[in-house]
């Protein structure tokens, strides 16, 4: 194999180095929509903000950021993150690929593994008098949880729509949504909007359900739908 030597790009300088950072990182965006803000209760205008305001001002909410972060909001965040790139790699697929696909995949998770738990593992032990206090999380709800948060779930509706002879409306009704958004799934161009990730959930397990509903203990049903 012949190796190349590295190429550096000499035309970045320091100073196009620091605003690429910055754009990358959404401060360039957020200066300017704090110099150029408009609404009911602000008009920067009108207050004629100075560079070293907005600056200024740019920098108390990162502080804010920062102060108010919390696990709860990272988690979220990178949920959000990771979503919104599985959604992104699956609607380019052609039709061919979406009906020998039914499953989309995490890209993130793609290297992760998560090792069998012993069948035997009790559940989290509490007393059953005390229903005021939770239930502790032991190893096996910890394992749990963590193969629901990884469990690569998920059915787009053109899938769905390809597989079984279902209509718009019952879309709707499967996935709590409006005949409008479901529509909107199947347009093309600007009238186009991508489905949720609970979308694809609620319709990979309705699939499930439509595959396996014989399979599944009758009293298990009647645990899960129960009113």
């Not at 035309?11 to 990358?24: D, K």
Request: proline share 6%.
């Amino acid at each position: 194999m012949k190796h190349f030597p590295p190429h550096f790009d000499t035309s970045y300088t320091a100073e196009t180095t620091t605003q690429q950072a910055l754009t990358e990182f959404g401060i360039t965006q957020l200066l300017s929509l704090l110099k150029h803000y408009r609404d009911i209760d602000f008009d920067a205008s009108q207050m004629h903000l100075t560079d070293a305001e907005v600056h200024a001002i740019a920098k108390l909410f990162i502080q804010q950021l920062i102060e108010s972060l919390n696990g709860k909001l990272i988690a979220g965040a990178l949920n959000t993150l990771r979503h919104g790139e599985e959604i992104e790699e699956i609607e380019p697929m052609s039709e061919e690929d979406q009906n020998d696909q039914n499953l989309y995949c995490y890209p993130t998770h793609s290297c992760h593994r998560i090792a069998p738990l012993s069948v035997h593992s009790p559940t989290g032990r509490y007393n059953p008098q005390g229903r005021n206090y939770p239930r502790p999380i032991t190893q096996r709800e910890q394992y749990i949880i963590h193969l629901y948060c990884y469990c690569e779930l998920g059915m787009t509706p053109k899938q769905f729509y390809a597989k079984w002879d279902v209509t718009y409306e019952q879309l709707s009704h499967i996935c709590s949504r409006s005949q409008g958004t479901v529509q909107s799934w199947f347009n093309r161009g600007k009238g186009y909007h991508r489905p949720q990730p609970v979308d694809l959930r609620h319709l990979a397990i309705m699939d499930f359900l439509l595959e396996h509903f014989e399979e599944i203990p009758q009293s298990l049903i009647n645990l899960l739908c129960s009113s």
